[in-house]
């Protein structure tokens, strides 16, 4: 009996600690994806005016150069947040639960 007792606590703490990692991730993907629309219009704005406006990009620039510039900087500017953003979550539940451990 203690042994089903003990088993279904520690499968409730598991099923908490799944939730929890859930909400970190999805927490991190919002994060990531806002941060990855703000560089892409930041990128995007002095990319296409350099290319309008100065010879040596209108010469050496083509569309797929502007394209992997910008995609370059969002797609660093969300895994960057991204992964700030889940490693300040999980560091945040670390220390709700470390009072509970008494050495």
């Known amino acids: 009996m ?3 007792v003990t088993q279904s606590a520690t499968l409730a703490s598991l099923d908490q600690k ?3 990692a859930k909400r970190c991730s999805h927490e991190g993907v919002v994060a ?3 941060a990855a ?3 892409t219009i930041a990128t995007a704005i002095p990319t296409l005016a ?4 100065l010879p040596w990009a209108r010469a050496n620039l083509n569309h797929t150069a502007q394209a ?6 969002a797609g660093a500017a969300y895994f960057i947040v991204a992964d700030k ?8 539940n670390s220390f709700k639960q470390a009072p509970n451990k008494e050495a």
Not at 68 to 73: P, R
């Open 68 to 73: 992997l510039i910008i995609s370059t900087a």
């Open 18 to 20: 799944l939730a929890m």
């Open 2 to 4: 203690a042994k089903n």
């Open 50 to 53: 350099s290319v309008r406006m």
């Open 37 to 39: 629309v703000v560089a």
């Open 85 to 92: 953003t889940v490693l300040a979550t999980a560091r945040k």
């Open 32 to 34: 990531g994806a806002k």
